[in-house]
């Protein structure tokens, strides 16, 4: 353990799982305190477990306004403030376009658009002078990728996010910037589909990568940590970490 981040405070959705327990375990080793949230408490807890006694969970579904707004209560009086924002709940739909359902199509924005642009409005309060907000995008955003019509929209729509909520906060000193990871295993493919088509999936997907893998999501923590807290001259940018696959 070390102590880079030791006294800031940090909110993290989608924080008990994938990418976002990745970042959570890489701050709260170098000594930040984070709060964790989720849609599973079974998640939360075994993830608090693992992350130790400077991890917090709080049980909160972010296309739900009600649960932002208990979430921001916990916040203020579990933290206080707020050094660093990954907004990073969400979930991967692929389907056909000829198949997607309205049922689908809203959910996926509920979760992925709705829910990221209301937890920066109802956390904007308690955000540090010099905080970083960190939204999580994706390659398919740029890609147009077969069966992601719908979940690569809502991602392009964080994209434009990151520029016009960093216009919005600057008066408040406080920086917001997207990471865009390209494939990573996280074990999100195999709880949205079956087994075989998640293989199929991550086999294309490797073999299209300039860098034949998948990135690891303790690659994306590290990205997400430099932009929350050292790219202090960077707002509105959107950080690629994709082994090449959007670049190449």
């Not at 932002?68 to 056909?96: C, K």
């Amino acid at each position: 353990m070390n102590d880079t981040y030791s006294g800031k405070n940090v909110v993290i959705t989608g924080g008990s799982s994938g990418i976002g327990l990745a970042t959570a375990k890489l701050l709260v080793d170098a000594g930040a305190r984070v709060v964790i949230t989720g849609r599973s408490r079974t998640a939360l807890d075994a993830a608090t477990e693992y992350l130790g006694k400077n991890a917090l969970a709080a049980r909160s579904d972010v296309a739900s306004l009600p649960d932002l707004d208990a979430l921001a209560a916990r916040v203020r009086d579990e933290l206080g403030t707020v050094d660093a924002l990954f907004v990073n709940a969400g979930i991967t739909s692929t389907m056909p376009f000829a198949s997607m359902t309205e049922e689908m199509y809203d959910e996926s924005f509920a979760i992925n658009v709705k829910g990221a642009y209301f937890t920066v409005q109802k956390l904007a309060p308690l955000l540090n002078t010099g905080a970083g907000v960190v939204l999580t995008t994706s390659a398919a955003n740029v890609m147009g990728m077969l069966e992601t019509s719908v979940y690569a929209a809502g991602k392009a729509a964080l994209r434009s996010m990151a520029r016009s909520l960093s216009r919005e906060l600057l008066p408040q000193g406080v920086r917001v910037n997207a990471i865009s990871p390209g494939p990573v295993d996280t074990g999100i493919l195999e709880s949205t589909m079956t087994k075989e088509a998640a293989d199929r999936f991550k086999a294309e997907r490797a073999a299209e990568n300039p860098m034949r893998r998948f990135g690891s999501t303790e690659e994306i923590a590290r990205a997400v940590a430099f932009l929350a807290f050292d790219a202090t001259y960077t707002t509105g940018a959107e950080l690629v970490v994709d082994g090449g696959v959007t670049q190449l």
